[in-house]
Nanobody, 124 residues
Framework: QVQVRESGGGLVQAGGSLSLSCTASGRTFSDGVMGWFRQASGKEREFVAA????????NYADSVKGRTTISKDGANNTMYLQMNSLVPEDTAVYYCAVAALAWRPTMKSTYSYWGQGTQVTVSS
């Protein structure tokens, strides 16, 4: 059974930085992808960033590109998201997701396994 668990999150002031991590256990996906999505109150869940299981390819949403870095520790099946220059619009519940195949990594439907989410609140 695959388990996905996020950690990090919390309250941050605008302009600050935040790090999130996600660990997947129970199975490895050598051709898969791990991704971050977020959902603000009253809005649809949206793509943030993704990285292949091998760590050789990354994707970023335009809204976070240039101030966000996604990385992966292959030995521990752990993914990290570093976000800088945070703005109130980054406030959301952030979800980690895992897919067996890295096809269309920006789409929610690609992912079969999801974490419970972690709240990120950016104060102005």
């Amino acid at each position: 059974q695959v388990q996905v668990r996020e950690s990090g999150g919390g309250l941050v002031q605008a302009g600050g930085s935040l790090s999130l991590s996600c660990t997947a256990s129970g199975r490895t996906f050598s051709d898969g992808v791990m991704g971050w999505f977020r959902q603000a109150s009253g809005k649809e869940r949206e793509f943030v960033a993704a990285i292949t299981w091998r760590g050789d390819t990354t994707n970023y949403a335009d809204s976070v590109k240039g101030r966000t870095t996604i990385s992966k520790d292959g030995a521990n099946n752990t993914m990290y998201l570093q976000m800088n220059s945070l703005v109130p619009e980054d406030t959301a519940v952030y979800y980690c997701a895992v897919a067996a195949l890295a096809w269309r990594p920006t789409m929610k439907s690609t992912y079969s396994y999801w974490g419970q989410g972690t709240q990120v609140t950016v104060s102005s």
